[in-house]
Every structure is written in C-alpha cells, then in structure tokens.
C-alpha cells in the first residue's frame, strides 16, 4: 500500500476563494507530481518536481501553484478559485517510472 | 511529443470471460509501457508493466504483449472477477526508470464485468 496522502477528500467553495490542496508522502522519493482529472477520466500532468525547491509546469496549463520546501510535502495553491477549476486531482510520487497516487481531492468552485 | 490511444472506452464482459484493452503510441524511441488501474474513489496503481527488450509479460491472471514494429501494446486480463471492475489506463514513456514527467497516458478504458 502506497503511503501518500491527501487532504481534504472533497472540497466545496465558493468562486474567488484561495485553496491549498495538501498532499504529504513518507516514502523518501524526490520526484512528486500533481495530475488533474477531468470526468471523462483522462489524466493531465499539470505540475512536478525532482526534489527539494524544484518545480516544473506539466503538459497542461494550470492557474495552480505549487511549492516544495520539504521533501515530504508538494501542496498545491489555487490564488482565486473558478467553476472552470472544478475536477479531480491527484497526487503522486514516483520510485523510477512507477508512480504512487494519493486517493485524490474533488474540488468543487460554486 | 509521444500519443498514446486507447481502445475501447468502455469495455463491458460477462464474469468469468476474457477481457482485451489495447493502445498504441507513436514514439518509436518509448520503450516503457505501464498499466494503471483506477479503482472508484482511488488513485490509480500500477499493476504491470513491460519493457521494451520483452515481448510478453504474465502475471497470474492478467498479461501484457508488446509488439515494437506496430507500435502497440494490449492488456489481457483472464478469468474476469467482480473485483477487476475498473479504469485501467495503458502509458508510454521514453525514459525507461526515469521520472514519471515522461510517461504519456491513455484515456482510459472502463470496464465493467457483468455478473
């Protein structure tokens, strides 16, 4: 069982509310990356990094932020919240080419 | 950059019968090809996997083939069970035991095992 973890489970807001998206893992790996996915399951990369104050853009475009001050710890930032940032994301770190994914966060902007 | 599609979308058997999902990708130089399977309310985790150098992998009741000259690669799962109900995504990747920023998914194929 992978040891990632992300919090909150399900999120509902309000348009032009800032969040944070917690994701947190105890496996020791440099490389961790964030994916949303929208209803039609499709996975987009949208965010990763190779370790400590590293962070890169995926291949699609995102309003989000993240950071990674801890190997640990890659949580996510949306500034200002729109329904057009409504979908599911995932969290997760690799060992190699294999990936570990957190259970995810729903986020709902009303 | 490397496509990878997926077929079919939704993929509905009966209990006990054999179910087939395959992709092809268009980067010759990929020589990691995964298999996801995304179970409701779960992230996805990795259940095979084959590399380049292989041309068939088993693992008890599921089996991946790779054939290179076509460029396309399937998941073969036997003897289907309630449990294997799932979204099973196929990936490509370039960077064989490097980072997953590398790795191109497929969309996903839903499949469903009828009782």
């Known amino acids: 069982e992978a040891d990632i973890y992300q919090t909150p489970r399900y999120l509902v807001i309000g348009t032009g509310k800032k969040i944070t998206l917690e994701c947190s893992q105890t496996m020791g790996h440099d490389k961790m990356y964030w994916y949303q996915q929208d209803p039609g399951m499709e996975l987009h990369l949208i965010h990763y990094?190779?370790?400590?104050?590293?962070?890169e853009k995926g291949d699609l475009s995102s309003e989000s932020t993240v950071s990674r001050i801890r190997t640990e710890h890659f949580p996510l930032t949306l500034e200002s919240a729109r329904p057009s940032h409504t979908s599911q994301y995932l969290c997760?770190?690799?060992?190699?080419?294999?990936?570990?994914f957190g259970s995810g966060t729903q986020l709902s902007v009303l | 950059g490397e496509n990878v599609e997926q077929h079919p979308s939704t993929l509905s058997v009966q209990e006990g019968d054999s179910a087939v999902i395959k992709c092809t990708y268009s980067?010759?130089?990929?020589?990691?090809f995964p298999w996801y399977k995304q179970e409701l309310g779960k992230g996805p985790q990795l259940i095979i996997d084959?590399?380049?150098?292989?041309g068939e992998k088993k693992d008890q009741r599921i089996a991946v083939t790779l054939n290179k000259t076509a460029k396309h690669f399937s998941l073969h799962i036997t003897e289907t069970q309630p449990e294997d109900s799932a979204v099973y995504f196929c990936?490509?990747?370039?960077?064989?035991?490097?980072?997953?920023?590398?790795?191109?998914f497929g969309k996903g194929t839903h499949l469903i095992i009828q009782p």
């Open positions: 084959i590399r380049s150098n292989v």
């Open positions: 990094s190779y370790g400590v104050n590293s962070t």
């Open positions: 990936a490509a990747s370039i960077r064989s035991g490097g980072g997953a920023d590398g790795l191109t």
């Open positions: 980067d010759s130089a990929s020589n990691y």
């Open positions: 997760a770190s690799s060992e190699f080419s294999k990936l570990f």
